[in-house]
Nanobody
Framework: LQLVESGGGLVQPGGSLRLSCTVTGIAMHRYAIGWFRQAPGKEREGISRIKDMGAGGAIDYAASAKGRFTVSRDSTDQLVMVYLQLNNLTPEDTAVYYC????????????????????WGQGTQVTVSS
């Protein structure tokens, strides 16, 4: 499975960005996709997860994301696209943002535990600064 993020950049406080995660590979439609971020000197933080459509496309958000970030999912026969809309950004949102694929094998492990996720993208930098 391959994941590629795009859409990061420099934005002013209060601004918005839409990140994209392109997923290709075998059984790509069966994976839940999570979004994480990591700021310098901090641990990787789970932002959101969207399950596969077979599981109803259920969505989870971290408390820091609720009301500001929105995840969505779309697919064709050839790929899966997962989007993360970032609104009302603050400097504290500055980080490298990653998407990752969860095969659903980790049982009751929390959705925001990076150990659930088997495949990762390379990340896209989001910088919020005036």
């Amino acid at each position: 499975l391959q994941l590629v993020e795009s859409g990061g950049g420099l934005v002013q406080p209060g601004g918005s960005l839409r990140l994209s995660c392109t997923v290709t590979g075998i059984a790509m439609h069966r994976y839940a996709i999570g979004w994480f971020r990591q700021a310098p000197g901090k641990e990787r933080e789970g932002i959101s997860r969207i399950k596969d459509m077979g599981a109803g496309g259920a969505i989870d958000y971290a408390a820091s994301a609720k009301g500001r970030f929105t995840v969505s999912r779309d697919s064709t026969d050839q790929l899966v696209m997962v989007y993360l809309q970032l609104n009302n950004l603050t400097p504290e949102d500055t980080a490298v943002y990653y998407c990752a694929a969860d095969p659903g094998l980790a049982g009751n492990m929390p959705w925001d535990n990076p150990e659930r996720y088997m495949y990762w993208g390379q990340g896209t930098q989001v910088t919020v600064s005036s």
